[in-house]
Structure formats: C-alpha cells, structure tokens
C-alpha cells in the first residue's frame, strides 16, 4: 500500500493533467459560450461572402430537403427568394435561387415544378460547392430530381458562378447551363450578362 504522501502526490499528478483537458473541452449546449458560437461563427462560408450555420448536406453532395422544407415552407410567392433571408434569419436559413436562374438553364416551365425547398438547394448548393462538385436532390412530390454541377472555372470577382443543372422526370430529361450571381442576403439570380443576351 503505498503512503499518504504518495498517494496524495500521485492526485496531484492526475489532477495536474486533466483538469486544464476539462477546461479546453466543448461547453455543453446549454452553457453561452456554445451558444455564441453557434451564432456568430458559422461553420461554412458562401460564395456571397455570407456564413452558414448548415450546409444542408450539400459538402456531401446531397441536399437534405427534409430538413429545407420546414425552413423555407412559410415563404410563398414569387419574390419568395428575396423573403428568406429577412423572413427565416434565425441563424438556420438557406440560400435561394430565383425563377428566373432556373428558367434560363432547364425552361421555365421545368422551373415552375420547383418548390421553395428545390430552390434553396439550387441555392445552397451555389453557395457551398466546390468547383466541379455535384450535388443532387429529389422532390418526391413532383417525382422530379436534380443534379447542380457549378463549373470548375472562376466567373469573376463578383462571385458569379457558370452552373450545369439536370432535371429528371415523367418529362424525360432536361439541362441548360447558366450563370448566377449572388447577393449579400444569399439569393442568387440571374447574371445581367445572361439577361442581356436573352433579350
């Protein structure tokens, strides 16, 4: 059996290392450091210059539009995209793409099957993807999937970004390319180079 003084010196020893562990370890959910983290250190950073707290599985290569769906459900019309990010800010919103983006690469009226939550994943997957990385989804009311492709060459200074988009369903196949441009607030619309050649 060893002696107090040893026992008490090998406490201390045990001590010495692990309580400065303890104090670097990630605070609970629960504790205000967490939480100002989670709000003003977002983990992913967009093409607009905006930060992320998710990334909706787009990193991965598939959008989760189960976990969209709630966020952007509320937002409705067709200046929707421009709603989501003063409408939903809550520190678990999305980037969107506008109509118009969509309608220039696969068709308007391919465009009009999207939902808020299609969009938001067009949208997010422009903003987090990397160069050359797919990212797919599928609307399971519509039975129509999507494949974004952001092109692996830079558009610009201004964030733009060439794009390839697929779209899948009773409808065959559909596919166009276009270029978007973001805004401060994450929403992505058309590049004016694009609207001035459609016109």
């Known amino acids: 059996m060893p002696s107090l003084p040893g026992l008490l010196g090998r406490i201390a020893l ?9 104090s670097l370890a990630t605070p609970p959910d629960w504790a205000p450091a967490h939480g100002w983290r989670k709000k003003n250190d977002a983990r992913y950073a967009g093409y607009s ?4 707290d998710s990334d909706f599985g787009v990193q ?3 959008c989760d539009r189960g976990r969209l769906g709630p966020i952007v459900g509320g937002v409705v019309g067709g200046a ?6 003063a409408e939903v ?5 999305a980037a969107i793409v506008l109509g118009t983006v969509i309608g220039a ?3 308007t009226e391919i465009g009009r099957r999207m939902d808020e939550a299609d969009r938001s994943c067009a949208g997010h997957a422009l903003e987090l993807a990397a160069p050359g990385q797919s990212v797919t989804w599928m609307n399971a009311s519509t039975g129509v999937s999507y494949k974004l492709t952001p092109s692996d060459k830079p558009e610009g200074a ?3 970004r060439k794009f390839r988009l697929v779209a899948t369903g009773s409808f065959g196949l559909s596919e166009g390319r276009t270029v978007a441009c973001p805004a401060a607030d994450g929403t992505w619309s058309l590049s004016p180079e694009v609207q001035l050649g459609r016109r």
């Open 14 to 22: 045990v001590a010495a290392v692990t309580l400065p562990c303890l």
């Open 49 to 52: 210059g905006r930060s992320w």
């Open 60 to 62: 991965s290569g598939a």
């Open 80 to 85: 929707a995209g421009g709603a989501i990010g």
């Open 89 to 93: 800010g809550k520190g678990n919103e």
């Open 105 to 107: 690469a696969i068709g």
């Open 158 to 160: 201004n964030g733009c």
